[in-house]
């Protein structure tokens, strides 16, 4: 959906309320527990957020509260959406001049204490949906190096008109969410990566949503 306004509170809800029972607009639902299929870009944002189990807590309550989509520039709606699998939310953006409004639905939830603790979530597109494809949002906790990490995966491909005409902007777009989602994450855990640990993915890739504006 797109807007030339914010839409309201209750055109999100009607919106949602229309797209909550289609089907993903991709074969391979859950494959960010794996492997991405061919043929989608794959992006990937990894930052450390500092050391220890407080750390990974606030973290974990910061994913809860969509904290990591408070960007100024896009937004989650409602922000109060459980995170839990079959729970739709829309993904608000502005670029160009536009509100693009994006459907997404919690396709599986991540929760494990051990060696590694990890809390987390993946969602993917619905046809409500500028993009096609499926992402990942994940906190880790390592035990043995007490290191606490952010870190997202998705694949993508454009999946409207203007989506494919504009894909070099829309692939910027996405690589700026990763970098700011990063940096929301670090404020809403009071971190700056923990005692020169920090620093995003050494391999230098930069997140690309599936979800959010537009792409």
Not at 3 to 31: C, I, M, N
Not at 59 to 72: H, I, M
Not at 187 to 196: N, P
Request: hydrophobic fraction near 35%; include cysteine; charge should be positive.
């Amino acid at each position: 959906m797109l807007s030339l306004r914010k839409p309201s509170a209750d055109a999100l809800k009607r919106f949602l309320e229309a797209q909550k029972e289609l089907p993903f607009t991709y074969e391979a639902v859950g494959a960010t527990a794996g492997s991405p299929p061919a043929g989608y870009a794959v992006d990937r944002t990894r930052i450390r957020l500092g050391e220890g189990e407080e750390v990974f807590r606030s973290a974990s309550a910061a994913l809860r509260r969509w904290e990591q989509f408070d960007l100024g520039w896009v937004e989650a709606s409602p922000s109060h959406t459980p995170i839990r699998p079959g729970e739709v939310v829309a993904v608000m953006g502005y670029a160009l001049g536009l509100w693009w409004v994006n459907a997404c639905r919690i396709v599986y939830t991540i929760g494990d204490e051990g060696a590694v603790s990890r809390f987390g979530f993946t969602y993917g597109t619905l046809p409500g949906h500028v993009e096609s494809g499926e992402e990942r949002f994940l906190v880790e906790w390592d035990r043995g190096t007490n290191a606490v990490w952010y870190d997202i995966i998705a694949f993508s491909r454009p999946n409207h008109l203007l989506s494919r005409v504009g894909y070099p902007v829309v692939r910027r777009l996405q690589k700026r969410f990763g970098r700011d989602s990063a940096a929301a994450m670090l404020r809403a855990t009071g971190g700056g990566g923990g005692g020169g640990g920090g620093g995003s993915d050494p391999t230098g890739r930069a997140g690309g949503p599936t979800c959010r504006s537009p792409g």
